[in-house]
């Protein structure tokens, strides 16, 4: 294990596995201690004792459905001055078409993807801004930007992410607190299987090993990136994107409508 001095704790939701996992070691590596959560307890607490040596790895069992477990990793969040770094991961996905999905799975998925994000994403910017530093990582996906794969309300969840972050980086600039999204497209991970969709039915070329996803969020934080996509070649198509929807914006809340939308010029009177 690593002899790093400390950089303070990361605290994972979703470290239980996958992504989440992943980070859990990079991080124990770069000289973070641990904040470990997820459901599962027993998974947690065997990733906790591979990554001790060495390293504070504490774990926090808890269903991010529920208010009150919520909560506790808020009042972590807030109250723990040792914390630097915290990555918003835990997510659950949806893949069958919306009139086929069960809606009240999707209520679910949107309490852990999106409210449960909001809430512990708005804690930690309260806490870190009052202490001058912190990094924010939330992961998204790359559905975010292609809202016609997989179901309408992940990818609208993973949308709300990416615009969430986007948001928070320009509130935050200049209070200390690095944010970044992550956007990964298909990642190896038990995340498909969980909703019935074996890994092995995906196109292999569109799949990224974990580890792989992980190292270049990372590689991406170090390079100060506001918006990691892991896969993508070439970082001028985002560039690109952005100064595309930055170019609606002078336009996009004005007294007057477009002059599509005008009424035609009304008739001369009729004389009767
Ligand atoms: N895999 C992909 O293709 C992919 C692509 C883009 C983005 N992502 C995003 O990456 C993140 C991590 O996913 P993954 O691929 O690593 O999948 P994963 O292996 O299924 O991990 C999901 C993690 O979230 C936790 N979690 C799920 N529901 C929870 C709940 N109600 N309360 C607390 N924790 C909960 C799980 O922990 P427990 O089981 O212990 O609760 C698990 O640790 C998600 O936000 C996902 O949207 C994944």
Do not use: C
Request: zero cysteines; aromatic letters at 4%; proline letters at 5%.
């Amino acid at each position: 294990m690593n002899t790093q001095t400390s950089q303070g704790t990361a605290l994972i939701t979703g470290a239980s596995s996958g992504i989440g996992s992943i980070y859990a070691d990079r991080l124990a590596l770069r000289g973070y201690d641990l904040i470990l959560a997820g459901r599962d307890a027993a998974r947690l607490e065997s990733l906790a004792a591979k990554l001790r040596g060495g390293r504070t790895v504490d774990i926090v069992a808890g269903d991010l459905g529920k208010k009150a477990d919520v909560r506790e990793i808020e009042r972590r969040l807030l109250t723990d001055a040792s914390i630097t770094l915290f990555v918003n991961n835990a997510g659950q996905a949806a893949v069958t078409p919306l009139i086929e999905s069960d809606v009240e799975k999707l209520e679910q998925m949107i309490e852990v993807n999106v409210v449960a994000f909001t809430r512990l994403a708005a804690a930690a910017a309260r806490a870190f801004v009052k202490r001058g530093r912190g990094t924010i990582i939330n992961i998204s996906s790359a559905v975010a930007l292609a809202p016609e794969m997989l179901n309408g309300a992940y990818n609208g969840s993973k949308a709300y992410v990416l615009n969430f972050t986007q948001s928070m980086q320009n509130e935050l600039a200049g209070k200390g607190v690095q944010v970044q999204a992550v956007l990964p497209g298909a990642v190896g991970t038990e995340f498909w299987a969980r909703v019935g969709l074996p890994l092995e039915h995906l196109p292999q070329e569109i799949v990224m090993p974990v580890e792989t996803v992980v190292d270049a969020a990372l590689a991406g934080l170090d390079q100060g990136e506001l918006v990691t996509i892991p896969s993508l070649p070439d970082v001028e198509n985002w560039d690109a994107f952005v100064a595309a929807r930055k170019v609606l914006r002078p336009n996009l809340s004005r007294a007057q409508a477009a002059a599509r939308y005008r009424p035609p010029a009304s008739p001369a009177p009729r004389r009767l």
